[in-house]
């Protein structure tokens, strides 16, 4: 059975755990149930999560939107790295060293775009990354369509810091609190 942890952070960046819940697989009618329970525990409305960061399970992001509606939802940018980067890596075949220096490459422009204030700063990076990596286009064209069109809204800066996340934009604080557990 997989192990689902909530945990949450005070305002003075101190994690602690919320919930765990065995479920028999991540499907969203599990993960629904999870947080419909940690939900009822809730004393009152203004208890309500404000941010959830997740991975980009699909099942879970569906259970976030339907049990916390009013919740803003972010995508972990740790998870959507390390895909993009596991993706550019699958099309982009290269010798080592060639790899090592498009892969820092790949760095600096992702986090560009991550970190990207404004819509107009936001639309320059990206094209600038299309430049770059104008030899690649079957990568340009995964990271558009499935990552920055579909949820450049729960992840990049322009967009996530008009909700107060406390600097919360990855999984970590879960990560670790599990690798405590």
């Not at 991540?26 to 404000?50: G, H, Q, R, Y």
């Not at 790949?106 to 990596?133: C, G, H, P």
Request: glycine share 2%; hydrophobic share 40%.
């Amino acid at each position: 059975m997989h192990l689902f942890e909530i945990v949450g952070v005070t305002s003075t960046e101190e994690s602690y755990n919320v919930g765990f819940a065995y479920i028999a697989n991540e499907k969203e009618d599990n993960f629904v149930w999870a947080l419909e329970t940690c939900k009822s525990l809730l004393i009152s409305k203004e208890t309500f999560p404000k941010v959830i960061v997740t991975d980009r399970d699909k099942s879970l992001m569906n259970a976030v939107a339907k049990v916390f509606p009013n919740s803003t939802a972010l995508v972990c940018r740790f998870h959507v790295y390390k895909n993009v980067k596991a993706k550019f890596k699958a099309l982009c075949k290269a010798k080592d060293e060639k790899m090592d220096q498009l892969l820092k490459t790949l760095k600096l422009q992702w986090n560009s775009i991550v970190d990207s204030t404004s819509e107009e700063s936001y639309t320059t990076a990206v094209v600038d990354f299309r430049k770059v990596f104008e030899n690649f286009p079957n990568f340009v064209k995964y990271v558009e369509t499935t990552v920055l069109d579909p949820v450049k809204e729960k992840f990049v800066s322009g967009w996530t810091d008009s909700v107060m996340h406390i600097g919360n934009t990855t999984t970590n604080r879960v990560e670790s609190q599990h690798g405590a557990l």
